[in-house]
DNA sequence: TGACAAACCACACAAATGTGTGGTATATCT
DNA sequence: AGATATACCACACATTTGTGTGGTTTGTCA
């Protein structure tokens, strides 16, 4: 796990305000943050903000509005619960085994020009844990390799999501269903499956 | 599917641009759209924004700076393709079914507050299609409903993802694999799983 | 005791940013 | 020909926002 720089409960209020802030698209101004936290002067801010750089948590822009950006340290992580201990009514910090780090588990640093996503129709892949209605992200590429699940234009102009096999140099695919039976015919592998999200 | 309001070239490029920024996760300033754009005036910056807002792409707040928001309408969307024509060699405009918003299947407009995501270890839910490695995200709830999949805290503060039952008013815990069998012991439910995500 | 950090405030000033008025030119539609 | 929309510019001004200086108080550590 990844080593914490000490905050002060203060330091990490306006933290979390400015990761909050940074979740909702706007960074806030120092007149927000310290209106928030209730601090009446800017000053006040400015040394929360020159202690968090210190710690190497956010990043600034001089002269310009709303340049806070949280670096890789600080920037929004959703956290990752373990055990908890009983009794406690809320899960409380110290049970936090670590943090997936939003912006790279949903998306992360992908071109967003070579992603598309294909909601996937029927039952054909559910022994791969891909069900009825799961949205599947595909990065597109002209090929692929053995056992990757990739998205396929089939001749009938269909688009099929399929693992693809390699069998002594030939290619196929396969559902991941044994009522299905492998495809043999000629098709094109449009792309690679590299997330699947289910939403309940 | 939506319509979409007809732009001029030059309304699409500082569209585009708004959207490249705000995923960069700082609006531009009207003057740094100018800046891009070529404008020597904030004047027309002012005029192509209104022409934006008037065709419902975005939404602005007075007098704030960097307040540019898109609207559902121009917010980023991934492309959900169904059959596409052959011999395309790339996936055509046309072919595209409809629209995910990024940020809503991602994530979307949820309180960070109360959300934790759990590595799921192991196979109990795999009947699910939850398999081991995925990753849940849940939101923090104190109750469910039945047949919901919940994160639960047992005795032994242990936190598991089950199913959770109703039988006859009393509630208990249901593995999706028969291997497991179902949990009649104390728990307390903590949140309820909203999304699924698995990467390859 | 002295040094230091945390945790504040006031206030002046500078720079960035948004607003508003009033233009020009070109093309299209009626 | 007149109305309307697109596509610009200049420039003054108001407001917001960031910067900087110089404080006070409280507690901790050596």
Chains 1, 2 share one sequence.
Do not use: C
């Not at 806030?28 to 006040?44: A, D, H, N, Q």
């Not at 996937?120 to 990065?139: E, N, Q, R």
């Amino acid at each position: 796990m990844e080593e914490k720089p000490y905050l002060t409960p203060k330091q990490e209020k306006v933290l979390n305000f400015i990761r909050k802030r940074v979740g909702e698209r706007l960074p806030p101004t120092i007149r927000e943050i310290g209106e928030e936290l209730g601090f009446k002067s800017t000053g006040t801010v400015r040394d929360y903000l020159k202690a968090l750089i210190q710690k190497g948590l956010v990043r600034r822009m001089n002269n310009k509005s709303r340049a806070i950006e949280l670096t890789e340290r600080a920037s929004f992580k959703i956290p990752i619960i373990g055990t908890i201990m009983a009794g406690k009514p809320n899960l409380a910090y110290e049970e936090i085994q670590g943090y997936v780090d939003a912006d790279d588990l949903f998306l992360g640093r992908l071109g967003f020009d070579d992603v598309f996503a294909l909601r996937v129709k029927g039952d054909s892949m559910i022994d791969a844990g891909i069900l009825d209605g799961d949205v599947a992200i595909i990065k597109k590429r002209p090929n692929a390799d053995n056992n990757d699940i990739v998205a396929a234009l089939l001749d009938n102009n269909e688009v099929t999501l399929k693992r693809l096999r390699n069998r002594a140099g030939k290619f196929h695919l396969e559902a991941a269903n044994a009522n299905y039976p492998p495809i043999f015919e000629e098709f094109k592998v449009i792309g690679k499956l590299i997330t699947v999200i289910r939403k309940y």
